[in-house]
């Protein structure tokens, strides 16, 4: 099997790369080979390499930044998925491209399935949603939700890194989503690709959390594992007292029961991968 990753310097990137089927042709490509918002050098690529699978994992991904830089976020989220999408259908390949939780408003209070009402509170959902239209019903869509990685800039590592610098930190506590290892990831899309899901996919990792939960378990776990040697005191604080230019939805859980049925079992809880994630960070340094 040939495959073809698209945003391959990506933290999601980098684990699909890490993750590929053992004996699969995995080419990986970045912005500053192909930019997918150009249609014409799409297909190029896209013709010249002949995947059987083309994977979309670059997005913008700048949440607040979308607000005021909407013409690349749709650029990006949006339109190049349809490139992507047809340059991939005239060559055979199988499209696969990541979503959001951000295509919904948070405001059910119970996990969303995958065929809930969207109602993208921000630019940046509007763009995924947009994308997710783009890469058209012959697709397979997963959506996933709060993804960090031992590599790259994500919320876990900054936590490591605010835990060694200050004595207090301030963190919101009513937003609830799931924490989502890069690696789990990667390898359910791998899964439900072979497995042959078409239509909406929703994986993150099991459980629920608030971003304040997800801070004081990088801290427990961290400790633990001796990769800080202090302690800060973490403090919950609701959305109000940390204004941004972008709305989060409060609560964003994705139902996963169809995936689960697919996939034979559910994944991993992500207290566990997060362990995961810190030892990976502890040996890397």
Same mark, same amino acid.
């Given at each position: 099997?040939?495959?073809?990753?698209?945003? @391959?310097?990506?933290?999601?990137?980098?684990?699909?790369?890490?993750?590929?089927?053992?004996?699969?042709?995995?080419?990986?490509?970045?912005?500053?080979?192909?930019?997918? #918002?150009?249609?014409?050098? %799409?297909? &190029?690529?896209?013709?010249?390499?002949?995947?059987?699978?083309?994977?979309?994992?670059?997005?913008?991904?700048? %949440?607040?930044?979308?607000?005021?830089? &909407?013409?690349?976020?749709?650029?990006?989220? #949006?339109?190049?998925?349809?490139?992507? @999408?047809?340059?991939?259908? @005239?060559?055979?390949?199988?499209?696969?491209?990541?979503?959001?939780?951000? %295509?919904?408003?948070?405001?059910?209070?119970?996990?969303?399935?995958?065929?809930?009402?969207?109602?993208?509170? #921000?630019?940046?959902?509007?763009?995924?949603?947009? #994308?997710?239209?783009?890469?058209?019903?012959?697709?397979?869509?997963?959506?996933?939700?709060?993804?960090?990685?031992?590599?790259?800039?994500?919320?876990?590592?900054?936590?490591?890194?605010?835990?060694?610098?200050?004595?207090?930190?301030?963190?919101?506590?009513?937003?609830?989503?799931?924490?989502? !290892?890069?690696?789990?990831?990667?390898?359910?899309?791998?899964?439900?690709?072979?497995?042959?899901?078409?239509?909406?996919?929703?994986?993150?990792?099991?459980? @629920?959390?608030? !971003?304040?939960?997800?801070?004081?378990?990088?801290?427990?776990?961290?400790?633990?594992?001796?990769?800080?040697?202090?302690?800060?005191?973490?403090?919950?604080?609701? &959305? &109000?007292?940390?204004?941004?230019?972008?709305?989060?939805?409060?609560?964003? %859980?994705?139902?996963?029961?169809?995936?689960?049925?697919?996939?034979?079992?559910?994944?991993?809880? !992500?207290?566990?991968?997060?362990?995961?994630?810190?030892?990976?960070?502890?040996?890397?340094?």
């Amino acid at each position: 099997m040939k495959a073809l990753i698209t945003g @391959a310097d990506g933290q999601l990137g980098q684990a699909l790369q890490r993750t590929a089927p053992e004996g699969a042709e995995v080419v990986a490509t970045t912005s500053s080979v192909l930019d997918i #918002g150009d249609a014409k050098a %799409v297909r &190029s690529f896209v013709s010249a390499t002949g995947p059987q699978i083309l994977i979309n994992a670059a997005a913008y991904t700048a %949440v607040d930044q979308a607000e005021t830089d &909407s013409e690349l976020a749709f650029r990006i989220n #949006g339109d190049a998925v349809g490139f992507l @999408a047809r340059a991939g259908e @005239a060559v055979g390949a199988r499209f696969v491209h990541v979503s959001t939780d951000f %295509v919904f408003d948070g405001e059910a209070g119970r996990p969303y399935a995958p065929d809930a009402p969207t109602a993208p509170i #921000g630019v940046y959902g509007c763009s995924k949603l947009r #994308g997710e239209h783009e890469a058209g019903e012959g697709a397979l869509i997963v959506r996933t939700a709060w993804v960090y990685g031992s590599q790259g800039n994500n919320f876990v590592r900054t936590i490591l890194r605010l835990i060694a610098d200050r004595d207090e930190l301030r963190v919101v506590a009513d937003q609830i989503g799931t924490p989502t !290892w890069a690696s789990s990831l990667a390898d359910g899309i791998w899964k439900l690709a072979a497995a042959g899901a078409n239509g909406v996919y929703h994986y993150t990792d099991s459980g @629920a959390a608030s !971003w304040y939960d997800l801070a004081v378990a990088v801290q427990e776990e961290a400790l633990e594992l001796g990769l800080v040697d202090r302690t800060a005191k973490i403090l919950p604080i609701p &959305s &109000s007292a940390y204004p941004t230019p972008a709305r989060r939805p409060h609560y964003s %859980v994705l139902d996963k029961e169809a995936t689960t049925a697919m996939l034979g079992l559910p994944a991993p809880h !992500w207290r566990a991968n997060l362990r995961l994630m810190l030892r990976e960070v502890r040996d890397q340094s």
